[in-house]
Protein backbone atom coordinates (compact mmCIF):
# COMPACT_ATOMS: atom_id res chain seq x y z
CA UNK A 1 0.00 0.00 0.00
CA UNK A 2 1.18 3.91 -0.81
CA UNK A 3 2.63 5.39 2.39
CA UNK A 4 2.78 8.98 1.27
CA UNK A 5 5.01 10.98 2.89
CA UNK A 6 4.00 15.14 3.45
CA UNK A 7 6.12 17.53 4.34
CA UNK A 8 6.53 21.27 4.58
CA UNK A 9 8.97 23.22 2.99
CA UNK A 10 9.66 26.75 4.70
CA UNK A 11 11.97 29.96 5.12
CA UNK A 12 10.91 31.68 8.19
CA UNK A 13 12.22 34.91 10.09
CA UNK A 14 13.41 34.57 14.02
CA UNK A 15 10.03 36.48 14.16
CA UNK A 16 7.94 33.79 12.32
CA UNK A 17 7.68 35.74 9.17
CA UNK A 18 7.44 34.30 6.25
CA UNK A 19 5.98 36.65 3.82
CA UNK A 20 4.86 40.27 3.56
CA UNK A 21 2.50 41.96 0.61
CA UNK A 22 2.54 38.38 -0.55
CA UNK A 23 6.72 38.28 -1.26
CA UNK A 24 9.13 36.74 0.53
CA UNK A 25 10.72 39.60 2.24
CA UNK A 26 14.30 38.04 1.65
CA UNK A 27 16.34 36.61 -1.59
CA UNK A 28 18.71 34.48 -0.34
CA UNK A 29 19.91 32.56 -3.34
CA UNK A 30 21.68 29.51 -1.80
CA UNK A 31 18.29 28.66 -0.01
CA UNK A 32 16.35 29.12 -3.37
CA UNK A 33 18.72 26.24 -4.58
CA UNK A 34 17.97 24.66 -1.76
CA UNK A 35 14.15 24.59 -1.95
CA UNK A 36 14.81 23.61 -5.97
CA UNK A 37 16.75 21.05 -5.10
CA UNK A 38 14.61 19.39 -2.51
CA UNK A 39 11.73 19.39 -4.18
CA UNK A 40 12.89 18.90 -7.67
CA UNK A 41 10.48 15.83 -9.01
CA UNK A 42 8.11 15.86 -6.77
CA UNK A 43 4.42 17.10 -6.35
CA UNK A 44 4.34 19.93 -4.82
CA UNK A 45 1.17 22.15 -3.02
CA UNK A 46 0.57 25.35 -2.86
CA UNK A 47 -2.29 27.86 -1.93
CA UNK A 48 -3.80 30.20 -4.96
CA UNK A 49 -1.80 33.12 -3.38
CA UNK A 50 1.64 31.35 -3.33
CA UNK A 51 0.67 30.23 -7.21
CA UNK A 52 0.00 33.66 -8.41
CA UNK A 53 3.14 35.25 -7.11
CA UNK A 54 5.01 32.72 -8.52
CA UNK A 55 7.56 34.57 -11.10
CA UNK A 56 7.63 31.61 -12.82
CA UNK A 57 4.96 29.10 -13.28
CA UNK A 58 4.28 26.32 -13.23
CA UNK A 59 7.26 25.05 -11.06
CA UNK A 60 9.29 22.79 -13.84
CA UNK A 61 9.80 19.02 -12.93
CA UNK A 62 7.15 19.06 -10.74
CA UNK A 63 3.09 18.31 -10.64
CA UNK A 64 1.96 21.34 -9.08
CA UNK A 65 -1.39 21.33 -7.12
CA UNK A 66 -3.63 24.75 -6.64
CA UNK A 67 -5.84 25.29 -3.91
CA UNK A 68 -8.48 27.74 -4.09
CA UNK A 69 -12.24 27.66 -3.02
CA UNK A 70 -12.66 29.17 -6.27
CA UNK A 71 -12.60 26.33 -8.87
CA UNK A 72 -15.52 25.14 -9.09
CA UNK A 73 -14.39 21.20 -9.36
CA UNK A 74 -11.59 19.37 -8.38
CA UNK A 75 -8.61 17.82 -10.50
CA UNK A 76 -9.38 21.10 -12.84
CA UNK A 77 -6.23 21.51 -15.67
CA UNK A 78 -4.58 24.86 -14.59
CA UNK A 79 -1.96 24.00 -17.45
CA UNK A 80 -0.23 20.59 -17.96
CA UNK A 81 1.37 20.33 -15.09
CA UNK A 82 -0.63 21.99 -12.68
CA UNK A 83 -4.04 20.57 -11.39
CA UNK A 84 -6.44 22.75 -9.12
CA UNK A 85 -8.76 21.43 -6.37
CA UNK A 86 -11.06 23.34 -3.93
CA UNK A 87 -11.10 20.43 -1.56
CA UNK A 88 -7.58 19.77 -0.61
CA UNK A 89 -8.84 16.23 0.57
CA UNK A 90 -9.66 15.75 -2.93
CA UNK A 91 -5.92 17.29 -3.56
CA UNK A 92 -4.71 14.44 -1.42
CA UNK A 93 -7.02 11.83 -2.89
CA UNK A 94 -5.36 12.32 -6.72
CA UNK A 95 -1.92 12.34 -5.56
CA UNK A 96 -2.48 8.67 -3.93
CA UNK A 97 -4.23 7.42 -6.87
CA UNK A 98 -1.36 8.63 -8.85
CA UNK A 99 1.27 6.86 -6.63
CA UNK A 100 -0.37 3.85 -6.79
CA UNK A 101 -0.48 3.85 -10.29
CA UNK A 102 2.90 4.72 -11.45
CA UNK A 103 4.28 3.11 -7.91
CA UNK A 104 5.75 6.86 -7.01
CA UNK A 105 7.91 7.01 -3.83
CA UNK A 106 8.78 10.23 -3.88
CA UNK A 107 7.68 12.56 -0.77
CA UNK A 108 5.08 15.25 -1.08
CA UNK A 109 6.25 18.87 -0.47
CA UNK A 110 3.46 21.85 0.73
CA UNK A 111 5.18 25.16 -0.09
CA UNK A 112 2.83 27.12 1.54
CA UNK A 113 1.42 30.14 1.95
CA UNK A 114 0.55 30.43 5.69
CA UNK A 115 -3.37 29.18 5.18
CA UNK A 116 -1.86 25.87 3.63
CA UNK A 117 0.92 25.41 5.74
CA UNK A 118 -1.94 25.64 8.65
CA UNK A 119 -4.35 23.30 6.69
CA UNK A 120 -1.39 20.59 6.19
CA UNK A 121 -0.04 20.82 9.74
CA UNK A 122 -1.72 18.00 11.40
CA UNK A 123 -0.50 15.47 8.73
CA UNK A 124 2.45 16.35 7.71
CA UNK A 125 5.65 13.94 8.99
CA UNK A 126 8.39 16.64 8.40
CA UNK A 127 9.27 20.10 8.46
CA UNK A 128 12.08 21.22 6.47
CA UNK A 129 12.68 24.91 8.13
CA UNK A 130 15.24 27.80 6.73
CA UNK A 131 15.58 29.94 9.67
CA UNK A 132 16.63 33.22 8.82
CA UNK A 133 18.51 34.20 12.36
CA UNK A 134 16.90 37.74 11.84
CA UNK A 135 13.18 39.88 12.00
CA UNK A 136 11.14 40.89 9.34
CA UNK A 137 8.41 43.04 8.92
CA UNK A 138 5.65 40.92 7.31
CA UNK A 139 2.07 39.62 7.51
CA UNK A 140 2.18 36.08 6.89
CA UNK A 141 3.44 34.11 9.49
CA UNK A 142 4.48 30.19 9.81
CA UNK A 143 4.55 28.56 13.67
CA UNK A 144 4.58 25.33 15.13
CA UNK A 145 4.61 22.87 17.94
CA UNK A 146 7.66 21.91 18.65
CA UNK A 147 6.84 19.42 21.35
CA UNK A 148 5.22 17.70 18.44
CA UNK A 149 8.51 17.43 16.21
CA UNK A 150 12.02 16.14 16.99
CA UNK A 151 14.77 18.00 15.37
CA UNK A 152 16.98 15.80 13.80
CA UNK A 153 19.13 17.59 11.71
CA UNK A 154 20.44 21.48 11.76
CA UNK A 155 22.90 22.40 8.89
CA UNK A 156 24.54 25.22 9.00
CA UNK A 157 24.13 27.05 5.76
CA UNK A 158 26.12 30.92 4.93
CA UNK A 159 23.98 33.52 7.40
CA UNK A 160 21.45 30.94 8.07
CA UNK A 161 20.49 27.33 8.94
CA UNK A 162 18.18 24.55 7.41
CA UNK A 163 16.39 22.68 10.32
CA UNK A 164 15.09 19.71 9.75
CA UNK A 165 12.05 18.58 11.96
CA UNK A 166 10.40 15.16 12.08
CA UNK A 167 7.32 14.55 13.93
CA UNK A 168 7.78 12.47 17.06
CA UNK A 169 6.26 9.20 16.81
CA UNK A 170 3.60 9.28 19.36
CA UNK A 171 2.58 12.30 17.60
CA UNK A 172 1.76 10.01 14.14
N1 LIG B 1 8.73 31.90 3.31
C1 LIG B 1 8.22 30.87 2.65
O1 LIG B 1 8.79 29.76 2.65
C2 LIG B 1 6.95 31.06 1.87
C3 LIG B 1 6.47 30.03 1.03
C4 LIG B 1 5.27 30.24 0.33
C5 LIG B 1 4.58 31.42 0.48
N2 LIG B 1 5.07 32.39 1.30
C6 LIG B 1 4.33 33.64 1.51
O2 LIG B 1 3.08 33.35 2.10
C7 LIG B 1 2.17 34.41 1.74
C8 LIG B 1 0.88 33.82 1.22
O3 LIG B 1 0.25 33.08 2.25
P1 LIG B 1 -1.36 33.14 2.40
O4 LIG B 1 -1.72 32.37 3.61
O5 LIG B 1 -1.80 34.57 2.28
O6 LIG B 1 -1.87 32.45 1.06
P2 LIG B 1 -1.76 30.94 0.50
O7 LIG B 1 -1.76 29.97 1.64
O8 LIG B 1 -0.66 30.86 -0.50
O9 LIG B 1 -3.12 30.84 -0.33
C9 LIG B 1 -4.33 31.06 0.32
C10 LIG B 1 -5.46 30.68 -0.59
O10 LIG B 1 -5.52 29.26 -0.69
C11 LIG B 1 -6.87 28.87 -0.85
N3 LIG B 1 -7.26 28.03 0.26
C12 LIG B 1 -7.00 28.18 1.58
N4 LIG B 1 -7.52 27.20 2.31
C13 LIG B 1 -8.15 26.38 1.43
C14 LIG B 1 -8.90 25.18 1.57
N5 LIG B 1 -9.12 24.60 2.78
N6 LIG B 1 -9.41 24.61 0.47
C15 LIG B 1 -9.22 25.16 -0.76
N7 LIG B 1 -8.51 26.30 -0.96
C16 LIG B 1 -8.00 26.90 0.12
C17 LIG B 1 -7.70 30.16 -0.90
O11 LIG B 1 -7.74 30.56 -2.27
P3 LIG B 1 -9.00 31.42 -2.86
O12 LIG B 1 -8.94 32.74 -2.16
O13 LIG B 1 -8.74 31.48 -4.32
O14 LIG B 1 -10.25 30.62 -2.50
C18 LIG B 1 -6.83 31.11 -0.11
O15 LIG B 1 -7.08 32.47 -0.38
C19 LIG B 1 2.88 35.27 0.70
O16 LIG B 1 3.43 36.41 1.34
C20 LIG B 1 4.01 34.37 0.22
O17 LIG B 1 5.11 35.10 -0.25
C21 LIG B 1 6.23 32.22 1.99
Same mark, same amino acid.
Not at 20 to 43: A, G, M, S, V, Y
Given at each position: ?????????????????????????????? /? %??? *????????? +? #?? !?????????????????????????????????????????????????? /? %??? *????????? +? #?? !????????????????????????????????????????????????????????????
Amino acid at each position: MTNLNYNIIVARSKNNIIGNQRKIPWHIKE /D %LQH *FKKTTIDCP +V #IM !GRKTWDSLCKKPLPNRLNIVLSKSYTNNGIMLDNKTFGFNDYLKANLFIK /D %LYE *FFIYNLPIY +V #IG !GEQIYNLYLPIVDNIILSAIPEDFEGDSYFKFDKDKFDLYSNVKKEGYNIEYWSRKILEK
